[in-house]
């Protein structure tokens, strides 16, 4: 598959009465929209509006309403005309879907909020509720609680022998099990 664009991407500005919200959009996103105000107050309008030559959104619309309640007259916006109608209906899903797609790393996450707690941030404006920010600054805790609970495993120095058909990836994962409970590896010929 050739997955070189073939219209050049341009980030236009078009006057925010000129786009047009599809009446079918399936995303109910009125109650984030205050969240969304918030997020432009504060790092500005950096995704554009996905839209068709005509002001039909194809991506955007929380934005939309962000900019509508904002007063903006205008907002940055990509043009998608080289799309199908079946591509734009496709596009409208994949976008909205493809958020959930992806998990994330509980302990590193609660590193992040941390560090901007630290930095006295509004960590409202992350985009997480305090019940999420709560739960996620605890987790590392929680979880270097529950590794010093299994800590007092005494080490000694142990031969492991590999087994045909041990993945590499199967490898990392004990070598990552041993370092995590304060074994040493050490890949020293003898």
């Known amino acids: 598959m050739d997955i070189t664009p073939s219209v050049a991407c341009t980030i236009d500005q078009r006057p925010v009465a000129s786009l047009i919200p599809y009446a079918r959009n399936p995303r109910k996103n009125d109650p984030a929209v205050d969240r969304m105000v918030a997020s432009i107050q504060e790092f500005g309008f950096k995704i554009p509006i996905l839209c068709k030559s005509d002001g039909l959104v194809v991506d955007g619309h ?3 309403k962000a900019a509508i309640r904002l007063g903006l007259d ?7 005309d080289e799309w199908t109608d079946a591509q734009v209906k496709a596009f409208r899903l994949m976008a909205n879907r493809s958020v959930t797609w992806a998990e994330w790393d509980e ?24 019940q999420e920010v709560s739960q996620a600054i605890t987790a590392p805790e929680q979880l270097q609680e529950k590794q010093e609970q299994l800590r007092p495993i005494q080490w000694t120095r142990i031969l492991v022998s590999i087994p045909k058909g041990v993945t590499i990836e199967g490898i990392d994962q004990v070598l990552r099990a041993i370092k995590a409970y304060g074994g040493e590896v050490d890949f020293g010929g003898n």
Do not use: H, M, N
Request: hydrophobic content about 45%; charged content about 25%.
């Open 62 to 64: 929380l934005r939309l």
């Open 74 to 80: 205008t907002v940055p916006v990509i043009l998608c």
């Open 107 to 130: 302990e590193l996450l609660g590193l992040e909020l941390k560090d901007l707690q630290a930095l006295d941030y509004d960590l409202s404006l992350t985009g997480f509720d305090e």
